[in-house]
């Protein structure tokens, strides 16, 4: 119901995103706060940006993210090569996810477990997207 409300700025795909910045930066301004203060958790961009680099993180440890997300017969294939059938089999979490859990950790304050499980990502799967 929000999402068809802001279908003016906002992608209508899987992957939520803003077709305008400027609506974005609206969202974190102090004229935002002016206008709806009892909205000002919009703009703690900590906790907006911890919770999906967590999220993400997590996904990329766990076994929806694995060798071979494609079920191809060979690796030796170009992804050009691929066809869109055979991408098809990525769903939308997974492909999220590897265009922009470093964009969510990036704008993320320093955090020891998260830390952890980027690592681990890192070095066991970081080829797999």
């Not at 939520?16 to 974190?28: I, K």
Request: a negative charge; one cysteine or more; charged letters at 15%.
């Amino acid at each position: 119901m929000i999402r068809k409300g802001l279908m003016s700025v906002i992608n209508s795909d899987p992957i939520l995103h803003f077709y305008y910045r400027s609506f974005e930066d609206f969202l974190l301004s102090s004229s935002f706060l002016q206008v709806l203060p009892n909205l000002s958790g919009v703009q703690d961009q900590n906790l907006h940006e911890r919770q999906p680099a967590s999220m993400c993180s997590n996904c990329m440890v766990s076994p929806k993210l694995h060798f071979n997300m494609c079920n191809l017969e060979s690796s030796n294939r170009k992804n050009a090569d691929i066809s869109a059938t055979s991408k098809s089999a990525i769903s939308p979490l997974i492909l999220y996810l590897s265009l922009f859990w470093e964009d969510h950790l990036v704008h993320t304050q320093h955090d020891g477990v998260l830390m952890k499980a980027v690592e681990l990502a890192v070095y066991n799967k970081l080829l797999f997207e």
